[in-house]
């Protein structure tokens, strides 16, 4: 190995703006993963506090006008584990979906990853149903594995109540449409 005068090696960076050539592409990937697990895990910690919140401080069946006829606060314990709509359903079906919502979550970026490629540039709608459909089946999930019901206390006018994971993946899905209406317009006038 050839040394300078000052005694470091030829080939280390002489300042911070050079960088290994190997690494050159991994650091923004590297940022957009953490960015992308960050944001879902402060989301569906939020999840999380709101839902002990109601725990703690609202008695089950309580139901709480925040706008009148519109937006209320209706605690329910669920203990169906999926769904409100989803009739009762046998023990092993649950680790069934327990399983498939694990595989969304660690197959969600590289989905993502390869969406965005197509398009060859940042796509903040998808990147924003990224993070909420992560987080709200994160925020699910965890009720899931530790706790005995899922916290429900969003009700609006008269549908079931929901929870704020569940209103992180309504978001999320409601962007992936919205950047789906995009891509077809824009494949429809190019060609």
């Known amino acids: 190995m050839k040394i300078w005068q000052n005694g470091l090696p030829e080939n280390l960076p002489v300042n911070n703006h050079q960088t290994d050539k190997r690494l050159t592409g991994k650091a923004p990937e ?16 939020i999840d999380q506090i709101t839902k002990g919140l109601i725990r703690e ?4 069946g309580t139901r709480i006008t925040v706008i009148a006829d ?6 329910v314990q669920n203990y169906k584990s999926f769904s409100w709509f989803v009739p009762d359903l046998p023990d ?13 979550i660690l197959s969600a970026f590289p989905v993502y990853k390869y969406y965005v490629k197509l398009d060859n540039r940042n796509n903040k709608p998808a990147f924003i149903a990224l993070v909420c459909l992560t987080a709200g089946i994160l925020g699910n999930l965890l009720d899931d594995l530790f706790a005995p019901f899922t916290t429900d206390f969003i009700q609006v006018f008269q549908s079931p109540s929901g929870n704020l994971a569940d209103l992180l993946s309504f978001i999320g899905v409601s962007f992936l449409i919205i950047e789906m209406i995009r891509r077809f317009k824009k494949k429809s006038r190019s060609g």
């Open 30 to 45: 590297c940022r957009e993963v953490l960015r992308w697990i960050g944001w879902a895990c402060l989301l569906a910690g």
């Open 57 to 60: 401080t609202v008695l089950p």
């Open 70 to 75: 519109v937006l209320f606060i209706y605690y």
């Open 92 to 104: 092993w079906t649950k680790v069934i979906f327990l399983v498939l919502r694990m595989i969304i």
